[in-house]
T-cell receptor
Framework: GEDVEQSLFLSVREGDSSVINCTYTDSSSTYLYWYKQEPGAGLQLLTY?????DMKQDQRLTVLLNKKDKHLSLRIADTQTGDSAIYFC??????????????FGKGTHLIIQP | SAVISQKPSRDICQRGTSLTIQCQVD?????MFWYRQQPGQSLTLIATANQGSEATYESGFVIDKFPISRPNLTFSTLTVSNMSPEDSSIYLC?????????FGPGTRLTVT
């Protein structure tokens, strides 16, 4: 079955880069996603990557995918206090995120130190 | 993107009663889903809401407990039936289009 693993906490200094890691077990995963959840708020779709891609960059966000190792990472450059949130990794299998539900990791709490 | 609204945003209910949560999307979408997020936990998929047919439930979730309707491409409801305190959770609706899946703000349910 599907399983998505993430570290529970990551602490970084303001201005540094944050790298949040995720591993998944289902090799048939088609799309992989990163969501952000701020306290008391809903989930915000940050970015997603198709399984035949290695990297995707969007402004301060860089997603790296190592399909062989089933490893996904999210790098946030120049981390700011507004980046403090829980970051969820999620995978969609079979036909993709438009047609299938997602399996989520437990989320990584990103803590920003001044 | 899709803008998703849910009603109610929160409710406190007594055990044994039922609550129906509504989800409205601002445009037509391919799929709609219902998730549960228990306090401090991740999201768990309850079911896929299929337009014009019965919902598809994930392991551990059954229609009698969580009946779902989807009468058209932009609206769905989830009912939490015969509630117990273990049903206290945030219930989220999501909608998928073009490999992107967006989430509503959630309904925070407390069962006393």
């Amino acid at each position: 079955g599907e399983d998505v693993e993430q570290s529970l906490f990551l602490s970084v200094r303001e201005g540094d880069s944050s790298v949040i890691n995720c591993t998944y077990t289902d090799s048939s995963s088609t799309y992989l996603y990163w969501y952000k959840q701020e306290p008391g708020a809903g989930l915000q779709l940050l970015t997603y990557i198709f399984s035949n891609m290695d990297m995707k960059q969007d402004q301060r966000l860089t997603v790296l995918l190592n399909k062989k190792d089933k490893h996904l990472s999210l790098r946030i450059a120049d981390t700011q206090t507004g980046d403090s949130a829980i970051y969820f990794c999620a995978e969609s299998i079979n036909s993709g995120g438009g047609a299938d539900g997602l399996t989520f990791g437990k989320g990584t709490h990103l803590i920003i130190q001044p | 993107s899709a803008v998703i609204s849910q009603k109610p945003s929160r409710d406190i209910c007594q055990r044994g009663t039922s609550l129906t949560i509504q989800c409205q999307v601002d445009s037509q979408v391919t799929m709609m889903f219902w998730y549960r997020q228990q306090p401090g936990q991740s999201l768990t998929l309850i079911a896929t809401a299929n337009q014009g047919s019965e919902a598809t439930y994930e392991s551990g979730f059954v229609i009698d407990k969580f009946p779902i309707s989807r009468p058209n491409l932009t609206f769905s409801t989830l009912t939490v039936s015969n509630m117990s305190p273990e049903d206290s959770s945030i219930y989220l609706c999501s909608a998928g289009r073009n490999y992107e899946q967006y989430f509503g703000p959630g309904t925070r349910l407390t069962v006393t």
